[in-house]
């Protein structure tokens, strides 16, 4: 809100549109004319520097008549192509109470002499002139306050006509005409004089170098700021770096390892290989050697004879007559001379049997890089309390099992086993790898492996591929089999006191080691499993040494 004025002369502390509002309803306006907002009155304040004691004169009414309003006045809210003009006498201007925020100076009445008259006639006329000017100029306030000068140097003598105008577009009121009337004597001081200035002036803007200051300010904070993030970027990503590096050398170096173990491996059984290939050509090679050198002999010996029988026969072609008594033949009897070219040296059983051998104990160095790989695939296998067996018991970990010598009373559900003491896993294998470890101890006789979760339970078993079954068997003490079809007698060099499973589901593959001697026991290839796959175990019977449970073990 701002101070509202019509060139009628009625003003209020309003908005634009409440000037608009009255202009309306009084007719002030012609049809079609507008005052733009941008020419309206804000509200000012005029700085109450310390009253001069100056008498006002008595005859100032006088000069103040209906057709004395001051040009400037009106040019102020009307625009250059209006007709008329309205002029209405300052005294029906609404007292100063109403005008709210205007502060002025109070006004005593007295009485001047008429010397002074002839000086506030010039003074007006100068005043109007001056707003005249002004309006020609198009002059606007400045938002910057001239300097101020302390009273000590303005006197009445030195102080120029633009210290007392009036700003723009406000009324000549009766104080405003009091304090130029008393300015105008140059014998008086001036205590202080403070211009006043519109309400959008008292809006201090920020000066252009402190404005560029503060950029500059906020260009470094910036500046600052962007380079602590950048170097926080910079120190993950070298940590990151030397993490890779780390990782990668330490990656290199056991793939380095297990390249030369696989290496080794294998030379041994190039070498094995080689020495039975070097074995199984040895008799061919030394049979072909005696072959020929006995068909040479005897080839050599028939042309000596072949010889001397051609010369047999010249000798009687050249002496008809001549009775040549006929030379005695070699006591050989060609028709029985046989070159033996017979190739058949006997099996290459021995020598493949001899390989094998070699091989198998080669490879078997595999095994310990294979359990240093499988145990990233390592399951939390527990035991289905549901599928075991009336004589079995199982601790409350549900990590072992073993047979307790006497059948429980137990609910015959579809999963339990009823002849067979075995019981399988609650992990379910669907997919992937997967590898556990069980502590068989020195126990007799124990099963262990995998089997489908469709696998029949009930009656006697068929524990083969065939019926879902993929097990190796321990039973009578030192024997060990794998359950394939037919089975397979398996020869181990030791008891092994853990045993570890390994499931590759999409290989079809099951493996068995001998943790305990780093050793591989059997493997099952090109398994159908066709399902969800179990993991499987028995404990066999209570007899002598064999009442230990099965433990799964942590790997």
Partial sequence: MSLQMCHCGWSKVTTY???????????????????????????????????????????????????????????????????????????????????????????????????????VLELMKAYVETQTRNEVDNSEFSSTADPETSPA??????????????????????????????FSHPEQQVDHVIESSTFQD????????????????????????????TLKNIQVREQKLSEIKLSARACKGRLDDELMEINNVFSEVMEAVQDAWKKAVKPLEERRRRVKDEARDIIGQLQEEIKRLQMTIEELNKH?????????????????????????????RTTTSSMMSQIQRSLEGLCALELKRIPA?????????????????????????SDGGEKRELADVAERFDTFASIVGLNVIKG??????????????????VARRDATRKGKLR?????????????????????????????????????????????????????????????????????????????????????????????
């Fill in 202 to 229: 008292q809006v201090t803007q920020p000066r252009p170098s402190v404005k560029k200051d503060k950029d500059k300010n906020l260009h470094k904070t910036r500046h600052a700021s962007l380079a602590v993030e």
């Fill in 463 to 555: 524990l083969d591929p065939d019926n879902g079954y993929w097990v190796t068997v321990h039973y009578e003490g030192s024997k060990y089999a794998a359950m394939s079809s037919p089975p397979l007698r398996l020869r181990l060099g030791a008891n092994p006191g853990t045993v570890g499973v390994f499931i590759d589901y999409e290989e079809g593959l099951v493996s068995f080691y001998d943790v305990t001697n780093q050793s591989h026991i059997h493997s099952f290839t090109e398994c159908s499993f066709r399902g969800y796959v179990l993991p499987y175990f028995s404990p066999h019977l209570k007899q002598k040494n064999n009442a230990k449970p099965l433990i799964i073990s942590a790997v």
């Fill in 320 to 348: 008809p007559t001549l009775q040549i008594s006929p030379q005695r033949s070699s006591d050989t009897k060609w028709e029985e001379v046989k070159l033996d070219t017979c190739v058949s040296l006997g099996s290459l």
């Fill in 432 to 449: 992937g790898k997967a590898y556990w470890q069980v502590d068989v101890g020195d126990k007799s006789g124990w099963d262990l492996g």
């Fill in 377 to 401: 695939f390592t399951v939390d296998v527990k035991l289905d309390r549901d599928s075991a067996h009336q004589h079995l018991v199982i601790s409350d970990d549900l990590k072992s099992v």
């Fill in 153 to 182: 140097e303005k006197t009445g003598t030195d102080v120029g006509w633009s210290a007392f105008e009036t700003p723009e577009r406000i009324y000549l009121t009766s104080s405003k005409a009091c304090r130029a009337l008393e």
């Fill in 17 to 119: 549109h409440g000037l608009r509002v009255h202009q309306g309803k009084k007719g002030c306006t012609p049809q079609g004319q507008q005052i733009p907002q941008f020419d309206q009155h804000f509200l000012s304040f005029t700085y109450m520097g310390p009253r001069i004691k100056v008498e006002p004169p008595s005859f100032l009414e006088t000069f103040i008549t209906p057709d004395f309003v001051p040009r400037a006045q009106t040019s102020n809210f009307m625009s250059a192509n209006e007709q008329h003009r309205r002029r209405t006498p300052l005294k029906e201007l609404p007292p100063a109470a109403e005008h709210k925020g205007l502060a002025v100076t109070p006004i005593k009445k007295m009485e001047i002499s008429s010397a002074n008259q002839a000086a």
